[in-house]
């Protein structure tokens, strides 16, 4: 398919975004990328999840307990995936890039892959936000239907109801299926991948066998397939459930819009950092616990806005270009408490629970 480009002005907004950021970072004398904050958050996330996984699976706890690590495993990876692996994969981590790398591949260890999560998110979804047939992160047909141009089915009715157990098969799914199909397909959505390198196919199949290993084969011949079964799924799922809910109040909100190309010249109405802000919303931002435990993606603007700036600073640069927006006249989408922005999403979704 033809992809759609953008619109540009000689004094974009997204020019004179840059401008002010870059002239933050300088004046403030600071590097864009990670500092000691996180990197003592990565150590400390790693080494808990490492003791978690130890004591579940090589100590055998009570059923009660076992349960409830496995929770607190499944929120442990949601919060690695947040604040180390998508961190590192944009290059915002550190200013060392084999720093980023290692950080990335935390991605596969815990089951997922980094060569398809670069081009689905990092060059799909961060340029093509929410248009529809592109952006593969709000496709989820047939069981929800997230923006009006896609096709509604009869169990869209109750969509608004039963999403959270459709949310909570993200996980899983992502990682013994979707991987695999655009690994075998060559493509993410309708979006051909580039060709994968030698290294990237022992990657892939590396790293899957070892998950395989640690969190399928090894526990069932030490607990049993019964307990291991049961204690997956709850891990499993509890992390689709968080996955999921952090992106979808940051991008199908009542607020955000889903555009599509003009279908004669296939241009987009705005220009790009105008199309990010009308189809992103942050939520929760004066929550420090919560910014801390979703590593800053409750500034999903900010993000979306300057991917290669570490979480830490957005904070900081949200004053700037909040701004810029009263600035320019452009819409700043934000929710102040999540439980607002859950109430917004799931009227969204009702709202699309009718043809």
Not at 158 to 180: E, G, N, P
């Amino acid at each position: 398919m033809t992809l759609p480009k953008f619109s540009g002005t000689s004094q974009s907004f997204h020019s004179e975004l840059k401008k002010r950021i870059s002239d933050y970072f300088n004046q403030a004398g600071k590097a864009p990328t990670g500092n000691f904050q996180l990197y003592f958050k990565a150590i400390f996330l790693t080494v808990a999840f490492i003791a978690v996984y130890i004591h579940l699976v090589f100590y055998t706890p009570a059923t009660w307990l076992a349960l409830t690590e496995c929770v607190v495993l499944g929120g442990l990876t949601a919060a690695i995936g947040f604040n180390v692996m998508h961190d590192g994969l944009h290059g915002s981590f550190s200013k060392h890039k084999w720093i980023n790398n290692l950080a990335g591949l935390s991605l596969n260890f815990l089951g997922a892959n980094n060569f398809m999560w670069k081009t689905k998110h990092n060059i799909i979804h961060h340029t093509y936000t929410n248009i529809e047939g592109i952006d593969d992160d709000i496709e989820a047909k047939p069981l929800l239907r997230l923006c009006e141009t896609q096709k509604y089915y009869k169990i869209h009715r109750f969509q608004h109801w039963y999403f959270w157990a459709a949310y909570s098969l993200l996980y899983i799914w992502w990682v013994f299926f979707t991987d695999y199909k655009k690994y075998f397909l060559k493509r993410v959505g309708s979006v051909p991948l580039k060709p994968m390198s030698v290294g990237d196919h022992i990657s892939f199949w590396g790293f899957k066998l070892l998950h395989a290993f640690l969190f399928v084969a090894l526990p069932i011949n030490i607990v049993g397939f019964t307990p291991w079964l049961i204690g997956f799924l709850v891990y499993g799922m509890f992390t689709g459930v968080v996955l999921s809910i952090v992106f979808q109040l940051a991008h199908t909100v009542e607020d955000t819009t889903f555009p599509h190309a003009n279908i004669a010249t296939h241009k987009m109405e705005d220009e790009w950092a105008i199309h990010q802000l009308k189809t992103t919303a942050n939520f929760a931002t004066g929550n420090k616990l919560i910014s801390w435990l979703v590593g800053g993606l409750n500034f999903q603007v900010e993000h979306h806005l300057f991917p290669r700036v570490s979480h830490v600073h957005y904070p900081a640069i949200s004053k700037i270009i909040k701004k810029a927006c009263e600035d320019f006249g452009v819409t700043y989408i934000e929710y102040p408490k999540m439980r607002i922005a859950l109430a917004s999403h799931v009227s969204h979704l009702k709202h699309l629970s009718h043809k």
